[in-house]
C-alpha cells in the first residue's frame, strides 16, 4: 500500500497556504498602483476595483445564497419520493 | 482523396455493430469509431454535400463551414476522451447511446435543411434517455422519464415552427432566421429548451447527476452545446439572447452554492458557462461569435474533466455528496489535480483554457458598451470560481477528513483526465490553434488574450473571491453542506404532474363512475323496462303522479292509489297480447302513418314552388351542356 499523503493534516502547512493566499492578493492590489489597465469603461480603471468586486460579489453571493434562497427552496431529500 | 461518408453516420450505424463485439476487439473498435469519424471529417471539404430530394424538399445532409467545423471537431475529440473513460464498462447500452447520442449531435451541426436537423435533434433525445436509463437505478429512471417529456415538448415546438416556416417562405433551408414571424420564435423556443434557458433549465441539474458515470460526461458535451450552435447560427445578434445568456450566467451560481450533490453542482456551473456563450450568441459581433466558439471549445474539455473526476470519486468510493466526501487527496491525489485543472480552467485562471475563451465574450461585451450584462458576466466568473473552482475541489478532496480511504481509479480513466486536463493547460498556454479554426479567425488572430491588463485584472478578480471564501470558512459564515435537495422550477412540473393526477383520479373519475352508470346503467334499464309494455308503464307513471297529487292537495284515498299502483308493478309487464285488440292495432297504425306523412310532406309545403324552378335551371343547364357539346364537336369536324 502506497503511503497516503498527509500534507494538509498538519495545522502550519494550511497556515502557509493561508499566507500565500494573504501575500499574493496584497501584490495584486498593488499592481494597480503600477500598471495601467486599459479597459472599456471608466471604471474598470479605478484602483482595485475588481479586487473589491470580487470580494463583495462573493460574499453577497454566499451570504444571500445561504439566507434567500436557501429558506426559500430548501427541502427534505425525500421531498418528491 | 478519400472517400467520405456524412459524419453522422459512422457514429450512428458504428453504434448497432457494438452488440456484436467482445473483449480487446471491442475495445479497439469502441476507441477507432471516434478516430476514424474524425478522418472522415477533415477529408469532406467545405460546401454542401450528400443532398437527397424528398418530397419537393432538399435534404442537404452535410453543410460544412467553419461555423459547424468547430464543432463537428470538439464533438469527435470529446466522443474519443469519453469512450476512453468509460472503456472499462460493461454495458452495452451505454455505448450504443453514447454513440447514437453523439452521432445525432453531429447530425444536427452538419444538418444544412431544418426536416433532417429536426430528425437528428429528436434522435439525439432517444440517446441521452438511453444514457440516463443506463444508470438503472429507480431515481434514474424517473429522472430519464422527466427529462423526456420536457425535450419531447421542447421538440414539439421546433416542429411546429418548422412547420409554420416552411408553409411561409418555402424553404427548408437552415441558416439565419432572425426572430420575425411565428414559426422562427416557436423554433426560437426549441432550441431555447436544449440551451437550458432560465425556467426552462431545471430538466439539466435534475437529469444530469442522475445518468451514468461516464453518461454524465458525454450529456455535458453534447445537447447544450447542439443548441448553443444552432443558435449562433441562426440568431447570431438577436437582443434578446444577451439578456437570457446574462441570466442563465448568474442565477444558477447560488443554487451551486447551496447544493449537496457535487454533479449537480457542476451541473448548475454548466448552466452558467452556456450563459457566456448565449451572451455572446446575443452580442452577435465577429468577435463574441468567436468567443462563443471558443468558449464551447474549451468548456467541452473542462466541464468534461470535472464530470470525469467527479464520476471518478463517485465510482471509486459509491459517494456524491459533499456531506459524505472530504479529504480524498490522501489517497487519490492524481484525481485531485486533474479536478483542480478543470476547476482552475472554468475559473477562467490565465494559462489555462477558460482563460483565453471567455475573456473574447467579456470584451465583446465591453465593446458594445452592455454594461449592466458586462457586470454580470464578471460577478458570473468570480461566483464560477467559487463554486466550481473552490467549492467541488475543496469538499471532495480537501475540509475535513470523511475518513473514506480508496485508490486512484482504473488507468483508462486516469489517462482520459490526464489527456483533457493537458488540452485544458495547452489552449490555455497557446491558444492560435484553436484561435485559427474559429469562425472569424481574422478577427481572433487579432485578439490578444494575455496583456498585463487582462491577467492582472482577472488575477485580482479570482484571488479576492478565494479570499472571500477563506473569510468566510474561517468566520462560519460560509453555508454548510446539507442533506437536503433544493427546489428548482422542475418543482411546477414535478408537483403540478401529481396535483394534475390527482384531479384525474378523484373528481374527474368519480364524474366518469356516475357517467358510466348513468348512461350503461341506468337509463339502458329503465328504457328495456319501459318497452316492455309501454301502456302499463305509463300506467303506473300516471298513478304515480296522481299518488303525488293527492298527497299534495291532501285528497282522500291516497292508499287506495298506493296499492293499485303496487298491484300494477307486481303484474308487470303483465300480457301484453291481451289488451291489444286487432281493431285498435289497426287504428294505431294508421295514426303513425298518418303522423309520418306528416312529419314528411310538412317541410315540402312552402318549397313547392322553388322545386319547379330547379327543375327548370336542371333542364336549362342541360340543354346549354348539349350545345358546348355540340360545338366542340363542330370545331372537331372542321379540325378533322
Known sequence: MKKELTIFDKPENVKKVRIVLYVSCAILFICDLFIHKHGHFAWEEWIGFFSIYGFVCCVGLVVAAKHILRTLVKREEDYYD | ?640
Open chain 2, 1 to 640: 482523396m478519400i472517400k467520405t461518408v456524412p459524419p453522422a453516420l459512422i457514429f450512428i450505424l458504428g453504434a448497432f455493430l457494438i452488440p456484436f463485439l467482445r473483449g480487446k476487439v471491442k475495445s479497439a473498435y469502441l476507441l477507432l469509431l471516434p478516430v476514424l469519424g474524425f478522418i472522415n471529417l477533415i477529408n469532406i471539404p467545405i460546401g454542401t454535400h450528400w443532398v437527397i430530394n424528398f418530397l419537393d424538399f432538399n435534404l442537404v445532409l452535410v453543410k460544412v463551414d467553419r461555423l459547424s467545423l468547430v464543432f463537428g471537431y470538439i464533438f469527435h475529440l470529446i466522443a474519443f476522451i469519453a469512450i476512453l473513460y468509460a472503456i472499462h464498462v460493461k454495458n452495452d447500452i451505454e455505448y450504443w447511446s453514447a454513440f447514437f447520442y453523439s452521432g445525432s449531435a453531429l447530425g444536427v451541426t452538419f444538418a444544412g435543411d431544418l426536416i433532417s436537423l429536426f430528425c437528428f435533434w429528436e434522435m439525439m433525445t432517444i440517446g441521452s434517455v438511453c444514457l440516463i436509463l443506463a444508470r438503472k437505478t429507480k431515481k434514474s429512471y424517473a429522472a430519464a422519464f422527466r427529462y423526456s417529456l420536457i425535450h419531447v415538448t421542447g421538440g414539439l415546438f421546433l416542429l411546429a415552427g418548422i412547420i409554420i416556416y416552411a408553409n411561409n417562405t418555402g424553404s427548408i433551408e437552415f441558416g439565419y432566421l432572425g426572430l420575425n414571424g411565428l414559426g422562427t420564435y416557436l423554433i426560437f423556443i426549441g432550441f431555447g429548451v436544449n440551451c437550458a434557458w432560465p425556467i426552462i433549465h431545471a430538466w439539466l441539474p435534475d437529469a444530469y447527476p442522475e445518468a451514468t458515470i461516464a453518461g454524465t460526461v458525454v450529456l455535458s458535451a453534447f445537447t447544450t452545446k447542439t443548441a448553443v450552435y444552432v443558435l449562433a447560427r441562426a440568431y447570431p445578434g438577436v437582443e434578446i439572447l444577451i439578456w437570457i445568456g446574462a441570466i442563465m450566467a448568474v442565477f444558477p451560481i447560488f443554487y451551486a452554492v447551496i447544493e449537496n450533490d457535487l454533479r449537480r453542482v457542476l451541473s448548475y456551473s454548466l448552466i452558467n458557462q452556456v450563459g457566456f456563450m448565449v451572451v455572446g450568441i446575443g452580442i452577435g459581433t465577429e468577435m463574441s461569435l468567436n468567443g462563443t466558439a471558443a468558449h464551447a471549445f474549451s468548456h467541452i474539455l473542462y466541464k468534461a474533466l470535472l464530470f470525469m473526476s467527479m464520476g471518478s470519486v463517485l465510482h471509486m468510493t459509491g459517494k456524491i455528496n459533499g456531506t459524505d466526501l472530504g479529504g480524498l487527496y490522501k489517497t487519490m491525489p492524481l484525481t485531485a489535480v486533474f479536478c483542480m485543472i478543470g476547476a482552475a480552467s472554468i475559473s477562467g485562471f490565465p494559462l489555462f483554457s477558460g482563460f483565453i475563451s471567455k475573456s473574447m465574450i467579456i470584451t465583446a461585451s465591453g465593446e458594445g458598451s452592455y454594461y449592466i450584462v458586462w457586470f454580470m458576466l464578471i460577478f458570473a466568473s468570480a461566483g464560477v470560481f467559487h463554486h466550481s473552482g473552490i467549492k467541488i475541489p475543496y469538499f471532495a478532496f480537501f475540509a475535513h477528513d470523511s475518513g473514506i480511504r480508496t485508490k486512484e481509479p482504473p488507468l483508462n480513466m486516469l489517462i482520459a483526465m490526464g489527456i483533457t486536463a493537458f488540452l485544458c493547460i495547452f489552449i490555455g498556454v497557446y491558444p492560435y490553434p484553436l484561435y485559427s479554426i474559429l469562425p472569424y479567425p481574422e478577427v481572433a488572430a487579432e485578439f490578444v488574450p494575455y496583456t498585463a491588463s487582462h491577467v492582472i485584472t482577472q488575477l485580482q478578480l479570482l484571488f479576492f473571491s478565494g479570499l472571500a471564501f477563506t473569510y468566510l470558512m474561517l468566520s462560519g459564515i460560509y453555508p454548510k453542506e446539507m442533506r437536503a435537495i433544493n427546489l428548482d422550477s422542475d418543482w411546477f412540473y414535478r408537483k403540478g404532474a401529481r396535483a394534475f393526477m390527482w384531479v384525474v383520479d378523484n373528481p374527474l373519475a368519480q364524474l366518469s363512475n356516475q357517467m358510466e352508470k348513468i348512461f350503461l346503467d341506468y337509463i339502458p334499464r329503465s328504457l328495456a323496462w319501459f318497452s316492455r309494455n309501454p301502456l302499463a308503464a305509463g300506467k303506473i307513471a300516471s298513478d304515480n303522479i296522481i299518488l303525488y297529487l293527492s298527497k299534495m292537495l291532501n285528497l282522500a284515498h291516497p292508499e287506495q292509489v298506493k296499492k293499485r299502483i303496487n298491484r300494477e308493478k307486481k303484474i308487470y309487464p303483465g300480457d301484453i297480447i291481451k289488451h291489444w285488440p286487432i281493431g285498435s292495432t289497426v287504428v294505431w297504425v294508421t295514426l303513425f302513418l298518418l303522423v309520418y306523412l306528416l312529419i314528411y310532406l310538412l317541410p315540402h309545403w312552402d318549397s313547392n314552388g322553388s322545386q319547379g324552378g330547379h327543375l327548370k335551371s336542371v333542364t336549362a343547364s342541360a340543354i346549354a351542356h348539349q350545345s358546348q357539346a355540340d360545338d366542340q364537336f363542330d370545331t372537331e369536324l372542321t379540325d378533322f
